[in-house]
């Protein structure tokens, strides 16, 4: 089992995703950045690197939205997406195709990774205004 973490980061109304390389597993599908917790990292602090890794930002890691446990054909991963924020920079592509801010309603445009599908609709469920 792969612990893998990602952050949940909106601005106003939309949410950060990001696109896969192409080369990669799961190439080109949509994700949450994140990635795996290394030996002797905490989760909260295997995020805080990845974000700058992939994107040069700091965030600030909150509390856990959800997890998940989803088996790849290649890989059994439990992924936990925590509540987050950008403290400092501006997003930057160093590890993605393309990074967009989507509403809720937007996410049905998008092939996101098979793993954030219950992440998805809770979103949704969420954000559903009565």
């Known amino acids: 089992m792969v612990e893998v973490v990602a952050a949940l980061i909106w601005d106003k109304e939309k949410f950060m995703i990001c696109q896969r390389p192409a080369h990669k597993a799961r190439g080109l599908l949509w994700e949450f950045v994140g990635g795996k ?3 002797g990292e905490t989760k909260e602090q295997a ?3 990845e974000c700058m890794e992939e994107l ?3 965030v600030q890691v909150g509390t856990v939205f959800m997890d998940v446990v989803h088996e790849y054909p290649d890989l ?3 992924l936990t997406l925590y509540n987050a924020s950008i403290l400092e920079g501006e997003p930057q ?3 993605h195709n ?3 801010w989507i509403a809720p309603a937007e996410i049905q445009q998008y ?3 098979p793993a954030d599908k219950e992440i998805l609709a809770k979103i949704i469920e969420q954000t559903k205004t009565y």
Do not use: N
């Open 98 to 100: 393309d990074i967009r």
């Open 111 to 113: 092939q996101f990774c």
């Open 76 to 78: 059994m991963v439990h």
């Open 93 to 95: 592509m160093l590890e």
């Open 47 to 49: 995020l805080v690197r």
């Open 37 to 39: 917790v290394e030996p």
């Open 56 to 58: 040069a930002v700091t």
